[in-house]
């Protein structure tokens, strides 16, 4: 491969650093790309691929049409044939309006996600990739934290995106969306626009389009600064995680869902509401926000056969315990 320019150097250099940083893949491990066609995911798959070399890393290329728009295909076809320009393994997944159905309850955008990952993680196994890579920016990561400030999140929310997730790595969280574009403008690549993006109808289209500028204007540097705001809640969050777990131990019994009521009342509430979180997620069930979290947290003082719900999860109080559970189809 010839020596990449040094705009796209520069995309791999922050890319190598956040993904050391996160505990990424080890010589010799394969790597999924998932690649739209953008220049975000372009310019990840070509970082990616100046430093698999002395890594060893191996590369694989998934792409997924969802079918919701006219030229859909056509960008999936563009990213196929790239794929094989560079002799890297691909595959089209191409979703039914089945797989849609499936997550409809969580409303179109959430549905699309949820669907897109469902059908690229078993691809990438196929592919032998332990990892998958997504090409989520620093503008993300900002987008994400007025998103979850709209939505009244909390702390957990407010950190974003991590680098790692599991298998699942974002190794440009430190990378602006104009460092893509110049990358890929830099190494001669040509990219595909989703016309959607350019609606206003999604929420997050109108924070990239109309609320981020505005925040650039009042006080230049905004995004970096959202981001930033969003690693230091991470970094609390990591931080507090040990305790968490501690205290979840310490109050669970016969499951991690079965939370003794009386100790779980003496928390302080900042520390009741991630253990009720934790307890969910443990459990597989829908991890509430934290209004349904001070529900939850409520029980210990309700009756016997009390509950509360939220979207995938309910809380009961049965007896001397909080049990949290899948609900009841």
Not at 266 to 289: I, K, N, S, W
Request: aromatic letters at 2%; hydrophobic letters at 50%; proline letters at 6%.
């Amino acid at each position: 491969m010839t020596r990449a320019p040094g705009e796209l150097r520069l995309v791999a250099d922050l890319a190598a650093k956040a993904l050391a940083a996160a505990g990424g893949p080890a010589p010799g491990d394969g790597v999924a790309v998932a690649v739209s066609g953008g220049a975000d995911s372009l310019a990840l798959l070509h970082a990616l691929r100046v430093l698999a070399g002395p890594r060893k890393w191996r590369l694989a290329v998934l792409t997924v049409d969802h079918g919701l728009r006219p030229g859909s295909a056509a960008d999936a076809a563009f990213v196929a044939d790239h794929a094989k320009a560079l002799a890297l393994p691909a595959r089209v997944l191409t979703l039914t309006s089945a797989d849609l159905e499936a997550h409809r309850a969580a409303g179109p955008e959430a549905a699309a996600r949820a669907a897109r990952y469902a059908a690229l993680w078993p691809a990438a196994d196929a592919l032998d990739c332990h990892w998958l890579a997504t090409g989520h920016t620093l503008d993300d990561q900002a987008e994400t934290v007025l998103l979850q400030l709209l939505r009244g999140a909390g702390p957990d929310g407010l950190a974003g995106m991590p680098v790692r997730s599991g298998r699942l790595l974002r190794p440009l969280l430190d990378v602006r969306r104009a460092q893509t574009r110049a990358g890929c403008a830099a190494a001669g690549l040509a990219w595909r626009e989703d016309p959607t993006n350019a609606t206003d109808a999604p929420l997050r289209n109108r924070v990239r389009q109309q609320v981020l500028p505005l925040l650039e204007d009042l006080r230049p540097g905004a995004t970096t600064t959202l981001a930033r705001a969003a690693s230091l809640a991470a970094d609390e969050r990591a931080w507090l995680d040990p305790l968490v777990a501690a205290t979840l131990a310490a109050i669970a019994e016969g499951g991690e869902a079965r939370l003794d009521a009386d100790a779980l009342a003496t928390l302080p509430v900042a520390l009741g509401r991630r253990v009720v979180r934790e307890a969910a997620r443990r459990a597989g069930v829908a991890v509430p926000d934290a209004a349904a979290c001070d529900r939850a947290l409520g029980l210990t003082a309700a009756a016997n056969g009390a509950e509360t719900h939220w979207r995938g999860g309910v809380a009961v109080r049965d007896g001397r315990w909080v049990r949290v559970v899948v609900p009841a189809d």
